[in-house]
């Protein structure tokens, strides 16, 4: 009798013992696996839940959860009887409002960006005056959350150049994408940045993600990017008003080392690098065309 004979004779002999012991064993196999189903869901409830609070993705948000906090210990950001007074901004009429707005417009988009400025010095109260403008940004419960980082040392801005053209290098070898990089082409641009230590000043715009509260406790800033971007576009829009240029640089790679340099702490990170000062004489920009008003605005 070979084996495979032996095994058949022996389920026939055996067979409700065989498919009793089959019987358990699904029977288990289920329960297990049941189980192992149960716990799944359970963790994957609890991950959902907790993309509800931190975004999706899993990127942390600016609000974490704090439901560990003792309530007796929460208090708002800014003082909970802050005093609200009358605000009563002056009251134009109609024909002034859409005059503004053709003012503001018309000036607006001359705004372009450059990549050749003249080393003409700008006057340290004109540069106060920028930076204190971007500080009227809404934030999200006021806490705003920006640093403003005003380079006009020579020495410094030369390090900040040779970091960033290090970075850039890789970026357009390696790191970014073939059709990035051509996109890129119209414009001109390489890794080698001469503005960096051409313009008479360099405003590094860092976002903080958190701060620390007078009680050593930690301080969370809500829509900390939106905050900051909001911050940067009024930088951008003051600029032009005073009859200066910039341009919107965002180095890739390049945070952590220049945060180090620059001796920010760790809960900053850099969001936008913008070379201020007069246009060269020479400077040219792309004859671009922008949108238009069907293309950006829905009427409803």
Not at 217 to 227: C, T
Request: net charge negative; proline share 7%; hydrophobic share 35%.
């Amino acid at each position: 009798m070979n084996i495979i004979s032996l095994a058949i004779w022996t389920l026939e002999k055996n067979c409700f013992i065989v498919y009793s012991g089959l019987i358990v064993c699904f029977i288990a196999f289920t329960l297990y696996h049941k189980h192992r189903l149960d716990a799944f869901y359970s963790e994957a409830e609890k991950k959902k839940e907790k993309l509800a609070r931190t975004g999706t993705g899993g990127k942390a948000r600016d609000f974490p959860d704090d439901a560990d906090d003792d309530p007796d210990l929460l208090v708002p950001a800014i003082p909970e009887d802050t005093p609200h007074i009358p605000y009563r901004p002056p009251r134009r009429s109609d024909d002034e409002v859409l005059e503004k707005s053709r003012e503001y417009y018309k000036l607006m988009a001359e705004r372009r960006t450059v990549r050749s400025f003249s080393p003409e010095p700008i006057p340290q109260e004109v540069l106060d005056n920028l930076i204190k403008t971007a500080g009227t940004s809404p934030s999200g419960a006021h806490t705003e959350p920006w640093t403003f980082v005003v380079v006009q040392d020579q020495e410094m801005k030369t390090a900040i150049r040779e970091i960033v053209e290090e970075e850039e290098e890789l970026n357009y070898s390696k790191r970014m994408s073939r059709q990035w990089v051509t996109d890129l082409k119209p414009f001109a641009t390489k890794h080698v940045k001469p503005y960096l230590t051409e313009a008479p000043a360099i405003v590094l715009v860092f976002r903080q993600t958190h701060s620390w509260r007078d009680d050593g406790k930690k301080k969370m800033h809500y829509y900390s990017e939106i905050s900051t971007a909001i911050a940067a576009g009024i930088l951008l829009a003051a600029i032009q008003y005073c009859g200066l240029v910039a341009l919107t640089s965002t180095p890739l790679n390049c945070n952590a080392r220049l945060r180090d340099l620059l001796c920010r702490p760790l809960n900053e990170r850099l969001e936008l690098l913008l070379p201020v000062g007069r246009p060269h004489e020479d400077t040219t920009v792309p004859d671009l065309k922008r949108k238009d008003l069907e293309e950006i605005m829905v009427k409803i």
